[in-house]
Each structure stands twice: as C-alpha cells, then as structure tokens.
C-alpha cells in the first residue's frame, strides 16, 4: 500500500488525466458563469459538490451503496450536458440572475453520481487492501485538489477574455458553453446503456 500522499498523487492524476476529461468538462460547466468576485458562490458549490461525492465514494468503498457502473457512465456526462443547459439559459438572459439554490441542489445530486464513478477507479487501486480509510482520504484531498485548480484555470480564462480581450461576460458564456455541449452530446451518446 502506498503512502497518504501516494493517494493524493493519485486523485490529481485522476481528475486531470486529460483522458478522464469528464470531470474537468464538469468542473468547467460548474464554473463558467461565475468570476473571481463570486467566489464564496464558488466555493460552496464546490464544497457541496466534494461532499457529495466524498459520501457516495466511501459508500461505494465500504459497500453500502453500490450503482451499475454502465449507468454511472452514462449520467455522468448528463450531469455535464444539464449543467451547460443550465448556463446557457442563464447566459441568454439579459440581466443573469442565477438560480444558487436550484443549482446546489443539483451540484448535490450530481456530486453522488460522480463519487460512484471515482469509486470504480479507486475500488481497482485497492484491490486485496484491507485498510481503506487513508488511501480514501488521500484520494479524495487530491480529487478535491485538482478541482479547486480547475475551477482556479476557469475563472483565470474568464478573467483574461473579459478583462484583457475585452470579450463580453455573455459571449464567454455562451461561447465556453456551447463548447462543452459539443463535447459531451458524444460522450451521452457513447456511454448510452440501453
């Protein structure tokens, strides 16, 4: 078994492993409506989005709940595409008055389907480990890490556009989020278990 930091290493590269790149496509969904002046907001989805996904991945982990992996793989780029629906409506709004309790709702509902999706990952890691509380804390600290450099890339991006480029608030949205559609309609499409 590795150290406490080897399982951070290991949720880093889970999340940012650019071949995994649906987590990064919802992080990003998450993000983009929001700028570095709304970061409490920010923060507290992604704090209710690790939460959630934290509880579902050591239900999965410690065998109290357990999902089929075919349907996981499937939701998890439907949480992406009604993330990006629902930024786009906001973004076609002429004065954007975001729906925070509606979306961290979501952002809960959505969070316990990714954490069954790093559960696979992490189940296969400790495979034959009898001792899963650290490696699984450690993972969830490196997941949660490279989310919050997501999330800091995005606003970042946002910030350089609108700020530097001069691009309208609007079009960002519009434009970042009609990207993410385009990428994840095949992922839905691909994964579809029926």
């Not at 951070?8 to 990064?24: C, K, M, P, S, T």
């Not at 934290?54 to 439907?78: K, M, N, Q, R, T």
């Not at 595409?81 to 709004?93: D, I, S, V």
Request: negative net charge.
């Amino acid at each position: 078994m590795g150290s406490f930091g080897f399982y951070i290493e290991l949720g880093l590269g889970h999340v940012l492993d650019l071949n995994a790149y649906d987590h990064i496509l919802f992080l990003m969904a998450l993000t983009i409506p929001y700028t570095f002046r709304m970061w409490k907001q920010v923060l507290t989805l992604v704090t209710i989005f690790t939460v959630a996904h934290c509880l579902s991945l050591a239900f999965s982990v410690y065998g109290i709940a357990e999902v089929d992996v075919a349907l996981i793989e499937f939701l998890i780029p439907v949480t992406i595409l009604l993330t990006a629906l629902f930024n786009l409506r906001e973004g076609l709004k002429e004065h954007s008055d975001l729906s925070f309790k509606m979306q961290a709702v979501a952002t809960v509902f959505f969070g316990l389907i990714h954490g069954f999706g790093f559960s696979n990952y992490f189940k296969m890691l400790m495979a034959g480990e009898e001792e899963k509380l650290n490696p699984l804390l450690g993972f969830a600290m490196g997941i949660e890490l490279s989310q919050l450099i997501v999330i800091l890339g995005v606003l970042l991006f946002a910030a350089l556009l609108e700020g530097i480029l001069k691009v309208p608030r609007r079009y960002f949205i519009i434009g970042t989020t009609a990207l993410v559609i385009a990428i994840t309609i095949p992922m839905i499409i691909n994964t579809w278990p029926w």
